[in-house]
């Protein structure tokens, strides 16, 4: 049997975590030019067939067919879903299953993103003739515009040449970058094109902290006899009773026609502690003109307001009546902080 050859042992670093740290650098400044690069072709020749392809998928009757294989491939599965995500329907086929009857899913109204870094992978030939074959839009991103790939597509977004990260030049690092930035540039672009709005984005992202941040709070909030209220005029005795009957901390205060004047906190008791205190009206004690939210506001929204007045609860209003009140308790349970 045959012995392999042994290989000359390189000499060890002799600061290991030092070398570590300068390849890592290497490795991303080498992918920091990929991309900035990629920012200067858009803003010259790329920029052209970037408005072409983002009109053809905002006006595509279909979804958008993501296809690529090997690193490709993968890049590929995170842009379609990316799509997906924020209002451009989208899935990823792949290019060698394409041949084995993938070709299926893909129908005549749909558009196909093709990535293919050098443009001539043999698996692509089929996927190419199908859509010409049924006038299916197809959109290539690839390096090499006089490739086989770019030049059957209808759009070509031919990448600049970089450098690869790695020293040999040879793994995709710095090109796979490149083409994940370009899709999710392509996805933006579409998002805004689109108008697709925060709460477009909470409909298709209910689950997890980001579906939390994305509920509204009219789904978190405490309304009905739940809300401590008091008229203006009402002593502090009673101001105080319906504060320690419920866990909010607070009342609000509002005039004859049930507007919203004021509230009356912890903070203000203490800011006003007198021995006449119980005996003196809301008036005096009350913080004017509190804030206040809608309750169509995010969550996230409404957490961004606590967190910069240094506050716990919201007074929740349509145009000045209270309708509802909401705490960050309430935010924390919910999994949005």
Known sequence: MAT?????????????AGAAIQSALRTLEAEASGVS?????????????????????????????????GKSGHIG??????????????????????????????????????????????????????????RIALIAITADGDSTLGKAADVALTLPKAREACP???????????????GDALAIAL????????????????SGKLGAMLKLVRELMHTGNAVPL?????????????????????VGIV??????????????????????????????IMTKNPKTIGPEMLASEALEILNSGKITTLIVTSGRKPIGILRLHDLLHAGVA
């Open 230 to 250: 008091k008229p203006l005029g009402t002593s502090m005795s009673e101001a105080l009773v319906e504060m320690t009957s419920n866990n909010f901390g607070c």
């Open 77 to 134: 599965r995170k842009i379609a879903a990316t799509f997906a995500s924020t209002g451009t329907p989208a899935f990823f086929v792949h290019a060698a299953e394409a041949s084995h009857g993938d070709l299926g899913m893909i129908t005549a109204d749909d558009i196909i993103v093709a990535i293919s870094w050098s443009g001539e992978q043999p698996e692509m030939k089929n996927l190419i003739t199908y859509a010409k074959r049924f």
């Open 37 to 69: 690069a990629l920012a200067v072709a858009l803003q010259n020749g790329l920029g052209s067939p970037f408005a072409r392809a983002i009109d053809l998928m905002l006006h595509g009757k279909g979804r958008v067919i993501i296809t690529g294989l």
């Open 191 to 206: 998002l805004e094109g689109r108008g697709f709005t925060s709460v477009d984005f909470s409909v298709l992202h209910p």
């Open 168 to 182: 040999h030049n040879l793994a995709p690092t710095t090109s796979s970058l490149m083409q994940l930035a370009l």
């Open 255 to 284: 005039d004859r026609e049930g507007n919203i004047v004021g509230i009356i906190t912890d903070g203000d008791l203490r800011r006003h502690m007198r021995p006449d205190l119980i005996t003196v009206p809301v008036d005096e």
């Open 4 to 16: 392999p050859k042994s290989r000359a042992a390189k000499p060890l670093p002799t600061d290991p």
